[in-house]
Nanobody
Framework: QVQLVESGGGLVQPGGSLRLSCAAS????????MSWYRQTPGKQRELVAG???????RYDGSVKGRFTISRDNAKNTVYLQMSSLKPEDTAVYYC?????????WGQGTQVTVSS
């Protein structure tokens, strides 16, 4: 059974930092491209950051320079380090694991940026 379990969300003040984690099980983690998406009510889920199995990264322009995606293949975990957080970063953040033929999602973790 495949599981992606996100953690690390919460309430943070503007300018603060959070680190999200996504622990994977049931997949050969090192073969998967891993990504973080986010979604707010009434809007489509959007890509925040991606990290391929080969180590290539990509970021949405709104988070470039503030967020960093990384992975630890030994721990089957992908991280999203978020800094200089803004109220507009408030969303449910989802972990995604993908290959050419398989695609899995976590349950999401809420991030709220507010004073």
């Amino acid at each position: 059974q495949v599981q992606l379990v996100e953690s690390g969300g919460g309430l943070v003040q503007p300018g603060g930092s959070l680190r999200l984690s996504c622990a994977a099980s049931g997949i050969t983690f090192r073969l998967y491209d891993m990504s973080w998406y986010r979604q707010t009510p009434g809007k489509q889920r959007e890509l925040v950051a991606g990290l391929t199995s080969g180590g290539s990264t990509r970021y949405d322009g709104s988070v470039k320079g503030r967020f960093t995606i990384s992975r630890d293949n030994a721990k089957n975990t992908v991280y999203l380090q978020m800094s200089s957080l803004k109220p507009e970063d408030t969303a449910v953040y989802y972990c995604n694991a993908k290959t050419n033929i398989r695609n899995f999602w976590g349950q999401g973790t809420q991030v709220t940026v507010s004073s």
